[in-house]
């Protein structure tokens, strides 16, 4: 069984940074790529970026240019560094690994950009 888990959230203002980290727990396979999605108010939850083992980031189009998603310094970690936060990107942000036909995801933590 893999357990992901989010930290960093909280609150920031428009237009101010912040870093999330998700972390796979200890003894877990090695894993090929890491996700985040999010799930925004009124809306699905949507994918917002994938880093894979080798270090090849792929965006979605509302992210790209003002998020960075990065491969942590640990094994089975990775960073998701977001910028130019706006209001709409307020949500709960979720870690995923999707490997050996299972699918994984960690509880979630919560982004709220407001001034």
């Known amino acids: 069984q893999v357990q992901l888990v989010e930290s960093g959230g909280g609150l920031v203002r428009p237009g101010e940074s912040m870093k999330l980290t998700c972390a796979a727990s200890?003894?877990?396979?090695?894993?090929?790529?890491m996700s985040w999605y999010r799930h925004l108010p009124n809306k699905q939850r949507e994918w917002v970026a994938t880093i894979t083992r080798l270090g090849k980031p792929t965006y979605a189009d509302s992210v790209k240019g003002r998020f960075t998603i990065t491969p942590g310094t640990a094994a089975n970690t990775a960073w998701l560094l977001m910028g130019s936060l706006t209001p709409e990107d307020s949500g709960t942000y979720y870690c995923?690994?999707?490997?050996?036909?299972?699918?994984?995801w960690g509880r979630g933590i919560q982004v709220t950009v407001s001034s």
């Open positions: 200890k003894n877990t396979f090695r894993i090929n790529a």
């Open positions: 995923n690994v999707a490997q050996y036909a299972e699918n994984y």
